[in-house]
């Protein structure tokens, strides 16, 4: 006989079981639909390309006492105070350019950005300007991670073990993933990269997102690839949520939004030199933006300076202003030394340059110069020019290369010189001993995409002479270059079959102190002629 005591117990406990499990159900439904549901905001702060410009500066004619660190700080400072999920990044080229890093090699820009909260940055170019021992310390000397998922250090311990490809960034409930890319030109447009392997950007982005879309929320590729790459990356790799880019030093007032088939990727940049920073609010929905808001504030004489940077910043410029306060010569007239002057024009700033080096070696008949090695970003006065407003004109420690080169490789030099015009690039030539037609109606010279061939020669140039005599496509005629773009640089190949090369090793800013020096007061004139056709291309 079976005992049937136990019955109504049973019962009791598989009610409370059912009960239970249904309420276990409907709690866990109810939460993972509030999860999915849940909005997260989020602050991105980004700055790119500020090239060593702690100081504030003169910008141009309406932009006065604009940009400093020490007010960028206060900014963030106050953001942060407002929001906690507030990511700060800087997308490269954040040392090279200014006294700081002639002196000091970048390593207080790293301590402030460090001091200042950053979250992290990716390489630029011109980080490697010092060579990979120097950049080693100035990584290592960083708070934050450098990032540059397509560079590889070989032959560098340090940078190898401390450069990542990616960081992940953790807030409540949200977890961002921050992809480091650096430009895969990086071999032509600085030296001492020959002990680096670079990566296709694209397929090195699609490894990395395809490795965090099951780690993280959201996607942030930190870029120093330029604003069209960053395009054809987010058409690419659409998963990426926002490219912080630079490289290119566009003033992005509004995002630019890539839109893919269920998605969105918006792409920032900030310009240039810390005038301004960037700041993008988001609202993530299901790892998605469900809405934005984007600001370029600007950094300007209104905003206090954060008194323990500013403090740190009164130290160092006391020690450099002790050691370029030294008056060189005088200036009788001034000189326009901002960039989209001296890079879309023959200039005096190119002529003092070219002055110099025709000085030195009377013997040369043609001297070109890369606009991108001329950095002063502004008016020097005439009158009294100080040693640190040259090395501010010419903060780049290359040497003058002298060679000879057929009057065919001219023509295919200026076409290189002439191809992104209207554009203004570091590529456009400052010249000594050349007049020339260009014809903006015609087409460019195309470069492959590592810059190190040419693809299309093009045909902008013609007329062109030779202290007054036209060209002789057969003859060589003798030329100084600096060693950069003997090397490469900028895209400029044609240099590989130069003949009778002599490396001088002599410092091209010491050719322009020296020259100063010895022909004080200066007069410069710009002598050379360029005849500009379909002129109206040229952006005002």
């Known amino acids: 006989m079976i005992n049937n005591t136990n019955k109504p117990n049973t019962r009791k406990y598989w009610h409370n079981f059912i009960v239970f499990f249904i309420t276990f159900l409907v709690i866990v439904g109810t939460n993972n639909f509030c999860l999915a549901d849940k909005e997260h905001n989020l602050t991105i702060l980004h700055t ?71 979250d992290a940055a990716t390489l630029g170019n011109h980080e490697f300007d010092k060579g990979i021992d120097e950049l080693a310390k100035v990584v290592n000397t960083a708070k934050f991670p450098y990032l540059s998922a397509n560079i590889r250090f070989p032959k560098n311990k340090v940078l190898d073990r401390k450069v990542k490809d990616y960081a992940i960034k953790k807030y409540k409930g949200l977890k961002v993933g921050i992809i480091g890319i650096t430009t895969d ?58 490219i912080v880019g630079g490289h290119t030093h566009t003033f992005l007032n509004k995002p630019i939004a890539v839109l893919n088939e269920e998605s969105i990727t918006l792409i920032v940049q900030t310009g240039e030199l810390g005038i301004a920073l960037g700041r993008l609010d988001l609202v993530i929905k299901d790892k998605k933006i469900e809405k934005y ?9 209104k905003i206090e300076e954060d008194e323990s940077i500013a403090k740190e910043l009164s130290i160092l410029t006391q020690e450099i202003e002790s050691k370029t306060s030294k008056v060189v010569g005088v200036l009788n007239s001034s000189i326009d030394a901002r960039k989209d002057k001296v890079r879309t024009n023959l200039t005096e700033a190119g002529s003092l340059v070219t002055e110099a080096i025709k000085s030195k070696y009377p013997d040369i008949e043609i001297v070109m110069q890369n606009s991108g090695g001329i950095r002063a970003h ?34 295919s030099i200026l076409e290189t010189s002439a191809k992104d015009l209207p554009d203004s690039t570091g590529a456009f030539l400052q010249t000594k001993g050349l007049d020339y037609t260009i014809d903006l109606s015609q087409n460019p ?20 002479k030779v202290n007054g005599i036209s060209v002789d496509e057969k003859k060589y005629y003798k030329i100084a270059v600096n060693d950069f773009i003997f090397g490469g640089g900028d895209g400029f190949s044609q240099f590989n079959s130069a003949k009778d090369v002599q490396k001088t090793n002599v410092l091209l800013l010491s050719t322009i102190i020296e020259y100063i020096e010895q022909n004080s007061p200066i007069s410069l004139t710009v002598k050379d002629k360029i005849n500009l056709l379909d002129y109206n291309k040229i952006r005002k």
């Open 48 to 118: 790119n390309d500020v090239h060593g410009r702690l100081l504030p500066m003169d910008y141009s004619d309406e932009l006065l006492s604009i940009g400093g660190i020490a007010r960028r700080a206060t900014v963030i400072k106050t953001i942060r105070e407002q929001n906690q999920n507030t990511l700060l990044l800087d997308a490269g080229d954040a040392i090279q350019g200014s006294l700081f890093f002639k002196f000091y090699n970048g390593i207080p820009d790293v301590k402030l950005m460090s001091k200042m909260g950053y």
């Open 185 to 242: 030109d990086l071999k032509t447009l600085t030296s001492d990269t020959s002990d680096i392997k670079i990566l296709d950007d694209i397929q090195t982005a699609k490894k990395l997102v395809k490795k965090l879309n099951n780690k993280v929320d959201f996607i942030v590729v930190l870029s120093h690839i330029g604003l069209q790459d960053d395009i054809e990356l987010a058409k690419q790799v659409p998963e990426i949520d926002v």
């Open 293 to 301: 808001n984007y600001k370029l504030l600007a950094i300007d004489k």
């Open 378 to 411: 502004k008016y020097i006065n005439s009158g009294p020019i100080t040693l640190g407003d040259i090395i501010e004109l010419y903060p780049f420690d290359n040497t003058v290369v002298l060679a000879e080169i057929s009057g065919q490789d001219i023509k």
């Open 445 to 464: 010279q195309k470069l492959s995409d590592d810059r190190t061939k040419i693809i299309n020669e093009g045909n902008r140039i013609s007329n062109i």
